[in-house]
């Protein structure tokens, strides 16, 4: 039984994930070798713990590709509760770990985790779970919509106390997509959607801070000594690639210019390196990744794996598309990493949480 469902799995989906992660693994090693000659004295430092979390995040996909995804449902409650928790403990002084100005890790054991990672998985998990049930009085707004967008709101209140708006933001845009393939009414989609934008507009003006770090982008080289430089160094970076790039190992940006190199900015350094061909190739892996999601969502029975295969496709997609933006000067810098590809085990683990659960999916369509 457990062979009959290996074979209905999605091989095209699982060999872009796969090839997306070898692929960062390679980057991060490139990416990361200065900075951990420099600070660990070892070029290896970031590259082995990235490989250790790859290996640990592949041995979840797999569970999570093996297991029955109705327990998804059973444990989305728990989920979310957990959630809440881990939400409220990274804001106490002693629990959560402050770096640039933001408080978004607890540490455990040495290993910086990261709680807003498990956010992001669990309320798409919550959201199709509960507007699944919610089916047969789904256009009675305060019954059927409102309830679960309550939960949403404090969880998007308590990531932005940290401040995280670019993980608020995805937590957001994912859970809205689930709420309008659900069957909700037009004018309410409307109604929720006018009231994020008008919140998220106030909370970007209410600080000089987050107004600076949101207009910037626009003019990053006149800018360049303060809140333009990571975003110029990055543009840098990527006009010097070209189409074929100055050759794997050889980018100058990541030899202390551009901050974060290995993290938010890693496709910055892989464009400098293998140029638009190594760009096309990641852009190939995620469009498979939409491709075959939608696919998967639209040739299952469930209402409950229908939203949860449309919900995880686009955490991932959104997750990309902000990232990809904010190297380019497109969307503003919010810290967010590239699935798959960026240095951090909270991010590659949950990642591969995702693909798992969207792989399994997969074995459970009916055509």
């Not at 095209?12 to 997306?20: E, K, P, S, T, Y």
């Not at 629990?95 to 890790?105: A, D, H, K, L, T």
């Not at 110029?232 to 794997?248: D, H, K, Q, V």
């Amino acid at each position: 039984m457990l062979w009959a469902k290996v074979k209905k799995m999605d091989f095209l989906l699982i060999a872009a994930v796969g090839i997306l992660s070898i692929f960062g693994l390679l980057m991060v090693y490139s990416a990361s070798f200065p900075i951990g000659q420099m600070y660990y004295d070892s070029g290896n430092y970031f590259f082995v713990k990235q490989l250790q979390w790859l290996l640990i995040g592949i041995v979840i996909f797999t569970l999570a590709a093996l297991i029955n995804p109705a327990l998804y449902a059973r444990w989305s409650p728990a989920l979310v509760m957990l959630s809440l928790i881990l939400l409220i403990a990274v804001l106490i002084p002693n629990i959560g770990v402050e770096r640039n100005f933001s408080q978004r890790w607890i540490a455990i054991g040495g290993f910086l985790f990261q709680p807003s990672e498990v956010v992001k998985i669990s309320m798409v998990i919550y959201f199709a779970s509960i507007y699944a049930k919610k089916q047969s009085y789904i256009n009675h707004f305060v019954q059927g919509v409102l309830p679960p967008i309550i939960i949403l709101l404090l969880v998007f209140l308590l990531i932005l106390s940290q401040p995280d708006l670019g993980a608020a933001g995805i937590i957001l845009a994912a859970c809205g997509i689930i709420v309008t393939c659900s069957g909700v009414k037009k004018r309410h989609i409307f109604l929720l959607g006018s009231v994020a934008a008008i919140g998220t507009v106030y909370f970007a003006l209410s600080s000089a801070y987050r107004l600076n770090r949101l207009t910037s982008f626009r003019q990053p080289f006149e800018e360049f000594s303060e809140n333009g430089y990571q975003l110029a160094n990055s543009l840098l970076a990527i006009n010097s690639g070209g189409l074929m790039g100055n050759g794997i190992g050889n980018s100058t940006q990541k030899l202390g210019y551009l901050p974060e190199a290995h993290t938010d900015f890693i496709m910055a350094i892989t464009v400098e390196e293998l140029g638009a061909a190594g760009l096309l190739i990641v852009l190939a892996c995620y469009i498979i990744i939409l491709f075959r999601g939608i696919l998967i969502a639209k040739q299952l029975s469930s209402s409950f794996y229908q939203l949860l295969a449309i919900g995880i496709t686009f955490l991932i997609m959104i997750q990309a598309v902000i990232n990809l933006g904010a190297i380019s000067g497109i969307f503003p810098i919010t810290g967010v990493t590239l699935p798959f590809i960026s240095y951090g085990g909270s991010s590659i683990i949950m990642m591969m949480v995702c693909a798992g659960i969207l792989v399994n999916l997969s074995a459970k369509r009916e055509s």
